[in-house]
C-alpha cells in the first residue's frame, strides 16, 4: 500500500540525491502510480517527446552502471529509468495528440487547426536551427522533475544523473543507432533509509533577480 502522499512543498523540501539505496524493490503501485504523474508532465505543444525506459534487469543495470562511470547508485537502485526523447515523435503523434485534446473537449477546433499548421513549421524551424533535442531535453527534464517530487511524495529516493556516456546509455536501450534519440537524465529510483543532509543553496540575491539580471 502506498503512503499518504507528502504535499508538494513537503516531497520538494524532503527531496535528497541519494547514492545509498536498500536493495528492497519498488512496488509494482509505486512505480505505476510515479509513473501516471510522470507522463502527466506538460510539454511544448503536448508533444510529450519523452521515452522512459525502466531499467530493472540485472545484466542492463550492470551494463548502465559502466556507461555511468560506475556510479554505484546505479547497481543499488532496484531500478533506473532512463529519461530518453524522439526528437522526430512529434511527426506521428501529432495528429493523435490533436485529435485526443479535441476529444476531451480541451482544445475547440479552430485551435487544433492552429496546432496542425503551427506544430511543423515551428518544429522544421528548431531543426534548422539546431535546437530540435535541446527543446525535447526540456520537455523530458520537465517530467524527470515530476518523477522525482512524485517518488519523493510516497516515500520512495531518486538521484538526477547527468554522469553517463550517451552512446553506452543507448546501448543499453536498445537504441544504439537511433539518430532521432537522445538521453535527457537517468533518474534511479529506489528505497533508502539514510536520512541526508541538504547541501545548501546560494544566498537568493546571487540566483532570483528583479526585473533585471545583475552581477
Ligand atoms: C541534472 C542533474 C544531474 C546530476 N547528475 C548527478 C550524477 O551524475 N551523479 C550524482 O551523484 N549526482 C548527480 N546530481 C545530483 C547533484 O549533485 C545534487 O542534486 C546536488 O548536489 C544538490 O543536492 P540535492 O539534490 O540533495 O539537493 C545531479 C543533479 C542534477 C539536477
Redesign the pocket.
Known sequence: MIQKPLSVPEAIDK???T?DFSSTPVSQESLEEILRLTVSAPSSWNLQPWRIVIIDDENDREKLHKACFH?R?ILEAPLTLVFAVDHKSWESDMEPIIAQAHKEGAWPEEYCEIARQAIPGGQNALENAGLLREYAIKDAMIAATQCVLAATSIGLKT?????WMEPAVKAVIGAADQENISIA?LVPLGHAAET?T??GRLPRERTVFHSRLTS
Open positions: 527531496r535528497r540525491s547514492k556510479q547508485q538521484t538526477f544523473m547527468n554522469g537524465v541526508l541538504n547541501p
